[in-house]
């Protein structure tokens, strides 16, 4: 697999983790940030989740309530985060 190519600082990991695991941020996004398909980011969400973690996030991408393909979106989703989502500052997210 291709995830050798390119190494990725701890910071950078976690945020394509964190951004796989978002429902309306789609891979072609983490694609467009990092370089990354789709089999790629599934690849690496392999290596550095748990198994059961990994199954629930597979489960959750593969059903209805995920949009993380373009395609498969409402036409009405436009944003990439929740519109109540305050701003992520040092890949945390900040309280209400």
């Known amino acids: 697999m291709a995830l050798h190519k390119k190494s990725f600082t701890e910071r950078e990991l976690d945020r394509i983790i964190e951004m796989a695991w978002e429902d309306r941020t789609p ?3 983490i694609r467009f940030q ?3 398909p789709e089999k790629e ?3 690496l969400m392999r290596r550095y989740l748990q ?3 990994f199954k629930r996030w597979r489960k959750r991408v593969n059903s209805g309530v ?7 979106r409402h036409p ?3 944003r990439f985060k929740c519109s109540r989502q305050r ?7 900040s309280k209400r």
């Open 87 to 93: 701003a992520i500052s040092g890949n945390k997210i």
């Open 34 to 36: 990092f370089g990354l």
């Open 27 to 29: 891979f072609e996004a």
């Open 76 to 78: 009405v989703i436009t």
């Open 51 to 53: 198994p059961k973690s």
């Open 66 to 72: 995920s949009q993380k393909h373009l395609k498969k």
């Open 41 to 43: 980011v599934i690849g």
